[in-house]
Each structure stands twice: as structure tokens, then as C-alpha cells.
């Protein structure tokens, strides 16, 4: 659980507020966790180095690859439903 809700809504910025685009984000970020899996079985570096390497890469993503991005119009607003 450890910074895995910043992780999911990194994802949901990065995905531009688009199902698919979230779910390509929550990809990479999960390729990214396996990576840090497969690093930590051998001792030749550091394991708090290794345990960075999803929230390096989020933080890479949002700060080169998002840009401006637009929130959705609704954002905030209360939802009536309508007879």
C-alpha cells in the first residue's frame, strides 16, 4: 500500500483522464514494480535504491511527459440526478 495512491492518481494524470490512457499508465507503473521485484533478489545494490524505482519513474512521467493537462468539465461540480 505504501504510495500506491499517489502511484494511481499519477496514472489517471498521466492516462490524460481517459480509461485506456489510465490503464496504459497503471501498466507501465506495474512493469515498474515487477522491476523492482526482480532487482531486490540479488544484493549488488542497495535495497532502498531498488524500492525508488516506481516513484522515480512516476515522478519522471508526470514531470516529462504530462504537460498542461485538462481536468475534466464536471470536476467538482454535484451530481443531480434528473427526474
Do not use: D, R
Request: aromatic share 8%.
Amino acid at each position: 500500500i505504501v504510495g500506491q495512491g499517489f502511484i494511481a492518481i499519477a496514472a489517471v494524470i498521466f492516462g490524460k483522464f481517459s480509461p485506456g490512457g489510465a490503464t496504459k499508465a497503471c501498466l507501465l507503473f506495474g512493469l515498474c514494480s515487477g522491476i523492482k521485484s526482480l532487482a531486490s533478489q540479488s544484493n549488488m545494490v542497495s535495497p532502498n535504491l531498488i524500492s525508488m524505482i516506481p516513484y522515480v519513474v512516476t515522478i519522471a512521467a508526470l514531470v516529462l511527459f504530462v504537460g498542461k493537462a485538462h481536468t475534466p468539465a464536471a470536476n467538482g461540480k454535484i451530481f443531480v440526478k434528473s427526474k
